[in-house]
């Protein structure tokens, strides 16, 4: 089965904008995740998507925000980009919500300038 | 707060030599436990997992850990590492409707 999907891959922001990444999960996983990955914080959890809804959210600044479709597909949307967002993203998709493990994807690699 | 703590941020081995990367959470339910590995390049892969039943897990590549559960502890072991273990290791705990991430632990395998 295809993996979880995450485009684009590489974006190149300035600081002030917004930026929005997109993740497709895996066929039939209804829950997809979203992680910032950084060398000093390791995997940071953002906010959990399930059948629409936001379930889970982590300690993020409200300038992150997420929603998900109807077929599961998620994006992620930072606005007002700051340095420090400079990150890998990584999205993960689940059967179900809050319980087993998570599929990741390749990441977006978000370089703010 | 919950927390999933990996000493080891940073491991240097010689092929063959022996791999014990400790794991620990706080927690006290239930809480399933995963080590995720992520090779130079590549997306985080699962190694294995504990949900329920007999604490020593096996995942792949001849990946093993150990649940023990007074010690809050989960580490991961290999009884001879290969060059091609070079990678970042994650450990991660799903406890509660949460799934935390250790900061993860950097091994470099010599040849």
């Known amino acids: 089965k295809a993996g979880v999907t995450q485009t684009p891959r590489y974006l190149i922001k300035t600081r002030g904008q917004q930026v929005t990444l997109s993740c497709s999960p895996i066929?039939?996983?209804?829950?997809v995740s979203w992680y910032q990955q950084t060398p000093g914080q390791g995997l940071q959890f953002l906010f959990e998507?399930?059948?629409?809804?936001?379930?889970n959210k982590g300690n993020f600044p409200g300038r992150f925000s997420g929603r998900q479709f109807s077929n599961s597909r998620s994006e992620m949307n930072v606005s007002t980009l700051e340095l420090g967002d400079s990150a890998l993203y990584l999205c993960?998709?689940?059967?179900?919500?809050?319980?087993?493990?998570?599929?990741f994807g390749p990441g977006t690699r978000l370089t703010v300038l | 707060a919950q927390s999933v703590s990996q000493h080891n941020h940073h491991v240097i081995l010689s092929e063959a030599a022996s791999l014990e990367l400790g794991c620990n959470y706080s927690?006290?339910?239930?809480?399933?436990l995963f080590w995720y590995v992520q090779y130079p390049g590549q997306h985080l892969q699962l190694l294995l997992k504990?949900?329920?039943?007999?604490?020593l897990v096996k995942g792949i590549k001849g990946f093993e850990a150990e649940f023990i559960k007074s010690k809050f502890s989960f580490n991961l072991r290999k009884p001879s590492v290969q060059w091609s273990d070079t990678a970042e290791y994650f450990c991660?705990?799903?406890?509660?409707?949460?799934?935390?991430f250790g900061t993860g632990t950097s091994l470099t395998v010599i040849p």
């Open positions: 993960a998709s689940s059967l179900e919500a809050n319980v087993g493990q998570r599929d």
């Open positions: 504990y949900f329920s039943g007999d604490p």
């Open positions: 066929s039939g996983h209804r829950s």
């Open positions: 991660a705990v799903n406890a509660g409707n949460q799934f935390y």
């Open positions: 927690y006290g339910g239930t809480v399933n």
């Open positions: 998507y399930f059948s629409e809804t936001q379930r």
